[in-house]
């Protein structure tokens, strides 16, 4: 299991996790975001790699990580070159088409490459079960949503004062888990009584109220 330092699990793995890589040939779960260019064009849905469930067995998880190794032996061995030396003539498993969205990416944008280049890693990536998209509503990405706020620029749902209706639609049916974001950190040391509770804080005690639910299940 990889999940980013900005993940708040919403439900217990075991709940879940098991099944999803055992009912799916692709031996790997994550959720469905946004496509790459190249992705696109292949007609391949996209990824968010921020949160993976695999099998030491999954295929697509195997070709992602040779296609990874490559990226980086390359980049090491450019790295390694005189300064004067024509990089150009360096064969890199980086084309535009791949690395529209910078370099930053690189996780995206090489499982992309696999997704792309090889037809059974792209049939059982599209075969993964449950289909779930980062940005469906009351999904993983429901706090990373901007709106407007009046005298103010768009701000997340997730720095705006706590909702109590999302907070009940979240203890009624849970995500997977929920992605923060790195920017609001302060939200989670926000001192008691000093300012009013925001989505972010509401989030993390929805998580804590799941959590003892299931405890008390058991």
């Excluded at 980013?4 to 217990?12: E, K």
């Excluded at 790699?49 to 990226?71: E, L, P």
């Excluded at 084309?95 to 499982?111: N, V």
């Amino acid at each position: 299991v990889w999940a980013d330092a900005t993940m708040l699990c919403m439900q217990p793995l075991e709940r879940w996790a098991p099944a999803a890589i055992s009912d799916s040939p692709a031996g790997i779960w994550m959720y469905r975001g946004k496509q790459t260019a190249a992705l696109q064009r292949a007609r391949v849905p996209g990824m968010a790699s921020w949160f993976i469930v695999a099998a030491n067995s999954s295929y697509v998880a195997h070709r992602w990580r040779a296609c990874a190794r490559a990226y980086w032996g390359q980049v090491a061995a450019n790295a390694s070159q005189p300064a004067d030396h024509d990089s150009s003539s360096t064969p890199v498993l980086r084309p535009s088409p791949f690395f529209d969205r910078g370099e930053y990416f690189w996780m995206d944008a090489t499982l992309s490459y696999a997704l792309v280049h090889d037809k059974t890693c792209a049939a059982l990536w599209a075969a993964v079960r449950p289909d779930v998209n980062c940005e469906d509503p009351l999904q993983a990405h429901a706090l990373m949503k901007k709106v407007h706020v009046p005298g103010s620029k768009r701000r997340h749902v997730l720095n705006k004062p706590a909702d109590p209706v999302l907070e009940g639609d979240l203890l009624r049916s849970p995500p997977f888990a929920l992605k923060l974001s790195h920017h609001y950190r302060r939200c989670m040391y926000k001192p008691p009584g000093r300012g009013d509770a925001d989505n972010c804080l509401m989030a993390i005690n929805v998580s804590k109220a799941l959590a003892a639910r299931q405890r008390w299940a058991q």
